[in-house]
């Protein structure tokens, strides 16, 4: 990889941050400084692990979590990835899957990896990847983990002993510990793109761990249509998102006419305006005073600053829309409910339409553009930003639940779900 390449990649990075991040009045950052001052570490990188880990961090320095970037997955692989999957529950982050052998781990409350305590290992991943009030998700610690360990044999010790490990390579099976439950019995509604029961007393549970596809609103208006349903659970606590557009075709089950769930803006701006901010931008205010107009001054030099922006409301449904379902409804959610999936969070949200219960969702939606660099891997930078319809701040905070309900340790080792069985309790 030659200089000019990565410089090349750093280049695309900053500019296309430049042009669509929606979020520079709201970030404490020089950014035109920081690109300044990653030449420089760029320049200086030793090798190809050093210079991804350089842009990572570059484009983390944003903070936002559908920004970021990503390196060549051929290189991740043959770098390696943890032989386990994280979970996450009050307590903290425990094994949730691992490979043959480590079966011992399973449901252990995770103390260290790689010799590093959990506080230690966050503060190190979240350079590099995205973090909310100090929670990383799983996912973000399995991208970036491999890429810190250094040596041969590394050590992961939980509160059920130690596990030594080598990176894996491949596509090797995990093990996972069995799905909490709530010890009562339910119909399997069959579904390919979905968890679908019916419990006792005519309530639809249905669990949706993406938006990639519109199959899964079918097979929940089939159920819904299929039986005497008198209540229904929708289970988002793992939904990585996808399209929103699936999402809302979801929400029209349940939602009547037109509705909306946020207020959005994304940038604009236009050549002829962006050169007159440039110049604005260097005249006091009684020289621009004495041009005789200030009208659109303001907005030209919020182009050059990269602070102007169209501002809507997004729109779902139809007037006149009749929903399936009219009867009440909860909607569980976690860190773990992400982009897409709160996206439709924020539709039950904002129309009152089921009561939420569960942990604050992970804080990070809005149409990532795609950039990829020369030298390989992939960039992300935020388009749209975002706010609930009634004016509620939830990127990098998460929507918050109606009902706080958490999983605990001892509830997954019992094998309860006890955010689930609160559900059912309310609904009943």
């Not at 979590?65 to 979970?87: N, Q, S, V």
């Not at 907005?299 to 139809?318: E, K, L, V």
């Not at 904002?350 to 569960?358: C, D, M, P």
Request: with cysteine.
């Amino acid at each position: 990889m030659t200089q000019r390449e990565k410089i090349t990649a750093l280049s695309l990075l900053w500019r296309r941050a430049c042009e669509v991040f929606p979020y520079f009045d709201r970030v404490e950052l020089d950014w035109d400084g920081a690109y300044g001052a990653y030449l420089d570490k760029v320049a200086a990188a030793g090798d190809d692990l050093d210079f991804w880990l350089t842009l990572m961090e570059f484009m983390n320095l944003l903070g936002d979590g559908h920004t970021g970037f990503t390196p060549p997955m051929a290189w991740r692989r043959e770098r390696g990835a943890l032989p386990f999957k994280l979970g996450y529950c009050r307590e903290g982050y425990y094994v949730r899957s691992i490979e043959k052998g480590g079966e011992g781990q399973l449901l252990g409350l995770v103390r260290k990896i790689g010799g590093r305590d959990m506080g230690k290992l966050l503060r190190e991943v979240s350079r590099y990847a995205y973090s909310v009030e100090g929670y990383v998700s799983p996912s973000g610690i399995s991208s970036v983990l491999p890429l810190l360990l250094t040596g041969e044999e590394h050590e992961l010790e939980t509160d059920l002993g130690v596990y030594r490990f080598h990176l894996r390579h491949g596509d090797a099976e995990l093990i996972s510990s069995p799905p909490p439950g709530v010890g009562e019995r339910f119909e399997t509604i069959p579904s390919e793109r979905a968890d679908l029961r019916l419990y006792g007393g005519g309530v639809l549970y249905v669990k949706i761990d993406d938006l990639l596809r519109p199959e899964a609103s079918e097979s929940v208006e089939a159920a819904l249509q299929g039986g005497n349903i008198c209540g229904v659970i929708l289970d988002l606590r793992e939904n990585v998102g996808g399209m929103t557009a699936y999402g809302a075709r979801i929400a029209e089950l349940f939602i009547d006419g037109e509705f909306h769930s946020c207020q959005k803006r994304t940038r604009i701006m236009e050549g002829v305006d962006l050169a007159s901010g440039s110049q604005f931008a260097q005249m006091s205010p009684e020289e621009i005073r004495a041009l005789g107009s200030e009208e659109g001054v303001e907005d030209a030099i919020n182009q050059w600053n990269m602070r102007h922006f169209r501002h809507y409301t997004d729109s779902f449904g139809a007037p006149g829309h009749r929903s399936v379902f009219s009867g009440p409804c909860v909607l569980l959610t976690s860190r773990g409910t992400v982009s897409a999936a709160e996206d439709l969070t924020a539709m039950f949200k904002s129309s009152r339409r089921a009561k939420l219960l569960g942990t604050p969702t992970y804080g990070s939606t809005g149409t990532p553009l795609l950039q990829p660099v020369p030298c390989g891997g992939t960039g992300r930078v935020c388009s749209v930003a975002y706010k609930l319809l009634d004016g509620t701040e939830f990127i990098r905070r998460g929507i918050l639940p109606d009902v706080p309900a958490e999983t605990t340790i001892a509830d997954l080792r019992q094998g309860v779900d006890a955010p689930l069985l609160a559900s059912l309790s309310i609904l009943r």
